[in-house]
C-alpha cells in the first residue's frame, strides 16, 4: 500500500537557516497528490502546500517544495527559518485523486532556536 | 465560513468502559469525513472516512466502529474500550473527492485510557 517515509523525528536549527525538511514516498498512482501539514503547539493541523505535477515547485508562506516523481520525493524547504516555524510537520500522501485514503508520515518536529 | 467541531475535549476512561466521540461540521454541505488517530509520539492513522450519511468505510481495524448519522455529524465509538485506544483523535472534513488530501481538521479530542 502507499507509504510516507520522513526520516528526521527532530530538526534542530539556529533562526536564519535554510530548513530542509524530507519526505519520500510510495505509491503505485501516478497522479498522487503530497501535502505538507503543519501543526503547531495547541492548534489543529492545517494544509501548508500541496502538489500533484511533477518537477514543479509550490509555494506557500515561505515554504516551498517540489515534487519529484523519479525519485518519489517532496522535500519541504525554507530559505530562512524563523522562530515561530517551530512546529510538527507531516508530509502525506493520497494516491489518487479518486480515494478517501491519506497516508501520513510519522511528522518532523521542527525546532528553531533563536 | 466553514466551521468543525469536536466533542468533548479530552475524556479520562476506564479500559473496558464505551466511548463516544463526535464531530459537527458546520457551513459545508455533504463533506467528505474522516477520523484520524494519533498515539502518543505517533503519526496519524487514518481510521475511517465517509462520503455520504449512512456510509462509513473502514481503513483499520483497531476495535473501534464509526457512524454518520446526519450530513454533518460523524460519531466515533465502541463499547469496549482498550488501553490501546489512548491518544488524540481527531476529525476532518474535505470538499469532495476531487480535492482528496486536503483535510481541513478539528480541535481533537484527547482519550485516556487507565
Known amino acids: 500500500g502507499d507509504s510516507v517515509t520522513q526520516k528526521e523525528g527532530l530538526v534542530t536549527l539556529t533562526e536564519g537557516l535554510p530548513v530542509m525538511l524530507n519526505c519520500t514516498y510510495q505509491?503505485?498512482?501516478?497522479?498522487?497528490?503530497l501535502f505538507w501539514y503543519v501543526h503547531y503547539l495547541n492548534e489543529s493541523p492545517r494544509l501548508l502546500l500541496k502538489?500533484?505535477?511533477?518537477?514543479k515547485r509550490t509555494e506557500h508562506q515561505g515554504f516551498h517544495a517540489t515534487l519529484h516523481k523519479s525519485s518519489s520525493s517532496f522535500h519541504l524547504q525554507k530559505s530562512s527559518a524563523q522562530l515561530s516555524d517551530s512546529a510538527l510537520y507531516y508530509c502525506?500522501?493520497?494516491?489518487?485523486?479518486?480515494?478517501?485514503?491519506?497516508?501520513f508520515g510519522t511528522g518532523t518536529r521542527l525546532q528553531v532556536l533563536p | 465560513a466553514q466551521t468543525i467541531h469536536q466533542w468533548p475535549v479530552a475524556e479520562i476512561k476506564a479500559v473496558g468502559s464505551p466511548l463516544s466521540l463526535g464531530c459537527t461540521i458546520k457551513?459545508?454541505?455533504?463533506?467528505?469525513l474522516y477520523w484520524y488517530w494519533q498515539a502518543t509520539g505517533g503519526t496519524l492513522q487514518q481510521l475511517f472516512y465517509?462520503?455520504?450519511?449512512?456510509?462509513v468505510e473502514s481503513v483499520v481495524q483497531l476495535n473501534l466502529s464509526a457512524s454518520r448519522p446526519k450530513d454533518d455529524q460523524f460519531i466515533l465509538s465502541t463499547e469496549k474500550l482498550l488501553l490501546s485506544h489512548s491518544g488524540f483523535y481527531l476529525c476532518?472534513?474535505?470538499?469532495?473527492?476531487?480535492?482528496?488530501?486536503?483535510?481541513?481538521f478539528g480541535e481533537g479530542s484527547k482519550l485516556t485510557v487507565l
Open positions: 502538489s500533484s505535477t511533477d518537477n
Open positions: 476532518a472534513w474535505s470538499l469532495d473527492w476531487t480535492n482528496t488530501g486536503q483535510l481541513y
Open positions: 457551513g459545508k454541505s455533504s463533506p467528505n
Open positions: 505509491t503505485i498512482y501516478s497522479n498522487a497528490f
Open positions: 502525506a500522501l493520497s494516491g489518487s485523486s479518486n480515494t478517501n485514503k491519506v497516508v
Open positions: 465517509s462520503i455520504t450519511v449512512g456510509q
